[in-house]
């Protein structure tokens, strides 16, 4: 176990640096939901009812979702990042070396988690600054951080999958895109009772909409009902079928 932490403390520290020395990766992740944010807020709000009343504290209701393309947008990067180090040999070579096999992924998905965590953090400060605004304690943040935390690691191992399989760095990449469409058929930009309903049952079962409901409840200090465990299913399930099928994906691509 000694030996697995040092070697992925190792191998996150050069993936780390390689996202310090090119910080647009950071910047690039967040500008894209950052627009988002102000075009739906200052362009859209005032048109969008969501229940308070049109254009009635909409950065509130809207924060969430955006959270959530935030971070799909962010793990595209990761799937990227492990595809280039499988095309230029890096991972043939740490082969060649006594250092534990998970620790190379575990690099990766570490990295992922500190870089999104801080665009996160950006698109926080953005919202802020336009009028989002919250009386929840810690306790209800940091039930937010940690469903933010589990989602980006779920997302993140989903990317790895996506890195060790693609066939090109358009492939590596691409995997996100159906990610940033699927808040759009939820109730993260509106609420659901207008939509058709084929579309409304969709949005109301599929996983992002429990879980933009969750975060909206925990900060506006509402009561979560049963949202918050179906949240956390689909996060802690994703989670698991990804971390497995990266696993047997990253066996197969380095055995031989």
Avoid at 54 to 67: F, M, N, Q, R, T
Avoid at 128 to 144: E, I, K, P, Q, T
Avoid at 199 to 223: C, G, K, N
Avoid at 228 to 256: I, P
Wanted: glycine residues 8%; contains cysteine.
């Amino acid at each position: 176990m000694s030996t697995v932490l040092t070697d992925t403390v190792v191998l996150t520290r050069r993936s780390l640096r390689h996202v310090l020395r090119s910080p647009d990766t950071i910047i690039t992740t967040a500008i894209t939901p950052i627009a988002m944010l102000l075009l739906f807020v200052y362009v859209f709000g005032s048109a969008i009812d969501t229940g308070d009343g049109p254009g009635e504290a909409y950065v509130d209701y809207l924060l969430p979702g955006i959270l959530l393309i935030t971070v799909a947008s962010g793990v595209a990067y990761t799937s990227y990042r492990l595809f280039l180090d499988l095309q230029s040999g890096f991972l043939d070579r740490l082969r060649s070396m006594p250092i534990a096999r998970s620790a190379v992924l575990w690099a990766h998905v570490l990295t992922s988690l500190v870089a999104n965590l801080v665009s996160l953090a950006l698109v926080v400060l953005v919202a802020v600054a336009m009028g989002f605004r919250s009386g929840a304690g810690l306790l209800a943040w940091l039930g937010v951080l940690g469903i933010m935390v589990v989602f980006t690691l779920a997302l993140t191992w989903l990317a790895v999958v996506a890195g060790l399989t693609a066939k090109s760095t358009d492939g590596a990449g691409g995997f996100a895109y159906p990610l940033l469409f699927l808040p759009f058929l939820s109730s993260a930009f509106v609420t659901t009772d207008g939509m058709p309903g084929p579309v409304r049952w969709f949005a109301e079962h599929q996983p992002v909409t429990s879980i933009v409901d969750t975060l909206r409840r925990l900060y506006a200090e509402e009561p979560l009902g049963d949202d918050v465990w179906t949240a956390l299913a689909w996060c802690v399930g994703l989670l698991v079928l990804a971390y497995a099928l990266a696993m047997r994906s990253y066996r197969r691509r380095t055995s031989g």
